[in-house]
């Protein structure tokens, strides 16, 4: 065989191409991107903490000036049924009452007084309940609140996150499907998923519509629009709205029933006062509830045991003057030692009254300035040059060794151990 062919047998004519999983030769591919690196020298460290404890304080005065452009006023009505008067009306306790006012200078003092009418009736859906009792509010406010004017009821000490509570509900039921009787006694809503109750003689299963612990404790206050007295020989209603309170994200989360069947689901055992022998039938059918909008809002539990849950809106200025409130007094906090208020109030650049964020805000402010100072008082006290590399841990000595060479000339560092490197 000829030396030449073997060559060309050993060489073809297509060369293979060589593959390689190295990163493409580029500064952001091969991490050589332009970076700074501060040097944190106690100068830079001093004017750093300054500079954002500025500006910590500005945002913490900014939200405290948002939260003082907000006027309310909230009424703690929890002894009404216990302490109000049934002829008269009598000033509410001081320490139940609260104010602010945007405009007031703090010299003027709000008050509130009721009064308890008893065997009372109200009309839910079309059925008169009698026998209620309504706690009847009478105001005075000492400026306009500008609109939109927001009512709101507070509860506290209601826990509303507690973790067989937040999950007792049933989704596809809330949603207007057809859910099973032994679908619903296995679901989250127990023990208020299904009930037993006796017709004509037999024990007859029902289920609960809707189930569980939140739609039971729903708050069944009513508060009446606040009504305007000793203005003129009319009395004046302001008009305010209980519509579109909730969040169109939950209200897509209900659905009403297409077919109830009448004989199969039973209010919940809070809710059958409101039903003729506490049944829904075809005169008094359950609630829409994609239109039942506190519902809705009552569905979206709180994370905390003190939390307003919003009533109605108006969009016109709540003119200062004296108002008579009459609410219907059902929900009973006695049960749990909780408390529920009335809260007129309005919103401000950053939403409702709340100082606490500004507070926050002012108290890390604080911090940075103490900081700065620190580090400027320990700079002028006791300077270190930068760079000084006889502070290196390895060209410090040792304490064994400082003591053996007691009574000898401390020598320097050589130029080796003040550059690290060995010479």
Known sequence: MDSSDSTHEQSPSVEEKKTSRRPANTAFRQQRLKAWQPILTPKNVIWIFFVLGVFAAIVGGLLIYASRMVSYVEIDYTDCGSSASRESYVQVPADAVQSYWRNDNGTATFTASWKKIENVSHTYDGFEVTGLTNCSISFTTLHDISAPVRAYYRLSNFYQNHRRYVNSFNA????????????????????????????????????????????????NDTIGRPLRVGVTETNLTYEWNEENIAWDSDRDLYEPLDDPDYDLIIPPPNWRPRYPNGRYNKTYPPPNLKEDEHFISWMRTAALPTFYKPWAFGNETFVAGNYIVNIVDNFNMTEYKGRKSLVITTTGPLGGKNDIPGILWLALAGFFIVMSLLFLLGNLLRPRKLGDHTLLSWNKEPPSAAAKGKGKAPAGPSIGMSTGRDL
């Open 172 to 219: 596809d039921q809330l949603l207007g499907k057809d859910v099973t009787t032994s679908t619903l006694k296995s679901s989250d809503c127990a023990p208020l998923a299904i009930e037993t109750v006796e017709e004509n003689g037999a024990n007859k299963t029902r289920q609960i519509y809707p189930c569980g612990l939140i739609a039971n404790s729903l708050f």
